[in-house]
């Protein structure tokens, strides 16, 4: 299966400096530089993040060293790189311990990965990406599974269309805006998929992504409100297509899916 991790990250610092001057472009080009480590990577130079980041490698090279400084960068001498620091690793650890949806929501999972015989994830919207924050699988599934922290696309896969579809109408016209920008050579090829899930979601009440995403991958994604101020989340199920068949998570999984996330919201708001 082709990696997920290589979509460069959004350049969201753009559209926000000039709408609001309390915007602190530098803190958020600071913030860029660690969201363009992904799932995979161990190492990333300044020239890597700057071509992320689309950022000069000057700016890059200064960022770094006081990233280094405060711990949220290691330099590693040998190869003149950097990699992650355990600061970034306390502040994702406070987060997932204090997102209490994943304790209700896991052995829910569990039981539809289990029925569906694939992998049934949780995620949210990080700017034009959806990074899992749970993760379930079938013992039945012998591919690679994505872990937490894994990124998947927002306009393409299953669970990112759900966020799509339950996002406000604001909301979703801003990150389709953002799509198009990124890529308007693709974004042709892109949209009819994006309308045809946010059809299927208000018929079926799933997004979906029949090899959309990825070449041999199915996927079906509804989403809910997790409350706690929180933003939207979403469920999906899915796998590869020659285990996981369209038939099969229209017909068999998705009115089990649909079901989970009751279950989820009703537990989450007593």
């Given amino acids: ?21 309390h915007f602190v472009t530098a803190l958020a080009r600071g913030l860029d530089v660690l969201a363009c480590f992904r799932a995979g990577d161990k190492l990333l130079g300044n020239q890597e993040i700057a071509q992320r980041c689309h950022l000069p490698k000057s700016t890059v090279s200064r960022l770094t060293a006081t990233l280094t400084r405060l711990g949220y ?4 001498e040998e190869s ?10 306390s502040l994702g650890s406070a987060m997932l311990v204090r997102l209490d949806v994943r304790q209700v929501a896991r052995p829910l999972m569990q039981e539809l990965a289990d029925f569906a015989r694939a ?59 953002q799509l198009q920008a990124r890529d308007e050579a693709a974004w042709p090829q892109v949209q009819p998929g994006i309308d045809q899930a946010l059809q299927d979601y208000r018929n079926l009440g799933v997004a979906t992504s029949f090899g959309d995403w990825q070449k041999n991958v199915n996927a079906i994604a509804r989403s809910f409100q997790p409350g706690g101020g929180l933003p939207p989340m979403v469920i999906n199920c899915g796998g590869p297509s020659f285990n996981v068949t369209q038939d099969a998570l229209l017909t068999d999984v998705r009115p089990r899916l649909i079901e989970i996330v009751a279950r989820i919201e009703t537990a989450l708001y007593r």
Avoid: F
């Fill in 119 to 177: 992998e049934v994830s949780m995620g949210t919207r990080d700017r034009l990406s959806m990074i899992y924050v749970e993760n379930c699988r079938s013992q039945a599934l012998h591919t690679l599974s994505l872990d937490v922290g894994s990124r998947i696309s927002l306009a393409t896969s299953a669970m990112g269309r759900a966020w799509l579809a339950a996002a406000t109408a604001n909301e979703r016209s801003a990150a389709l805006a």
């Fill in 80 to 89: 003149g790189k950097y990699r992650l620091g355990t600061a970034t690793l």
């Fill in 1 to 21: 299966m082709p990696s997920p991790h290589r979509a460069p990250p959004s350049r969201a610092a753009a559209p926000l400096a000039g709408a609001d001057r």
């Fill in 73 to 76: 960068l290691i330099h590693v």
